[in-house]
C-alpha cells in the first residue's frame, strides 16, 4: 500500500494568511485521509504544505489548494514531487519558520 502514496510539497502564494486557510487546509487533508503539514512563510504572502496520500486524494487537495478557502485569493500553487524520506504524521499546523 505505501508503494502507491504520493508525497508533494506544494507552496500558495496570494492572499493566503489571516484568513484561515491553514485551518481549512487541516480540514480537507484530514478528510482526504491526507498526512502530513501546514505553516505560514514569514514573507506574509505564502504557505507551505508537505502532504502524501492516495493519488486520487493528493489531486483533490492540490485542487483546493488552487482555490483555497472562501476569503482566500490564490494567485499560484508551485508544487513539486518528494522523496518519501520521513514518516508524516496527521495533517497538522506547523509555527512558522
Same mark, same amino acid.
Given at each position: 500500500?505505501?508503494?502507491?502514496?504520493?508525497?508533494?510539497?506544494?507552496?500558495?502564494?496570494?492572499? *493566503?494568511?489571516? *484568513?484561515? $486557510? %491553514?485551518?481549512?487546509?487541516?480540514? *480537507?487533508?484530514?478528510?482526504? /485521509?491526507?498526512?502530513?503539514?501546514?505553516?505560514?512563510?514569514?514573507?506574509?504572502?505564502?504557505?507551505?504544505?508537505?502532504?502524501? /496520500?492516495?493519488? =486520487?486524494?493528493?489531486?483533490?487537495?492540490?485542487?483546493?489548494? %488552487?482555490? /483555497?478557502?472562501?476569503?482566500?485569493?490564490?494567485?499560484? *500553487?508551485? =508544487?513539486?514531487?518528494?522523496?518519501? =524520506?520521513?514518516?508524516?504524521?496527521? $495533517?497538522?499546523? %506547523?509555527?512558522?519558520?
Amino acid at each position: 500500500m505505501s508503494e502507491s502514496l504520493l508525497r508533494k510539497r506544494a507552496v500558495v502564494r496570494g492572499r *493566503v494568511q489571516g *484568513v484561515a $486557510f %491553514r485551518y481549512s487546509a487541516r480540514e *480537507v487533508a484530514a478528510g482526504l /485521509g491526507l498526512r502530513g503539514w501546514i505553516r505560514n512563510l514569514p514573507d506574509g504572502r505564502r504557505v507551505e504544505t508537505v502532504f502524501e /496520500g492516495s493519488p =486520487a486524494a493528493v489531486e483533490a487537495f492540490l485542487a483546493w489548494l %488552487r482555490r /483555497g478557502p472562501p476569503r482566500a485569493r490564490v494567485d499560484a *500553487v508551485e =508544487a513539486e514531487d518528494l522523496a518519501r =524520506a520521513e514518516e508524516l504524521g496527521p $495533517f497538522e499546523i %506547523r509555527r512558522t519558520p
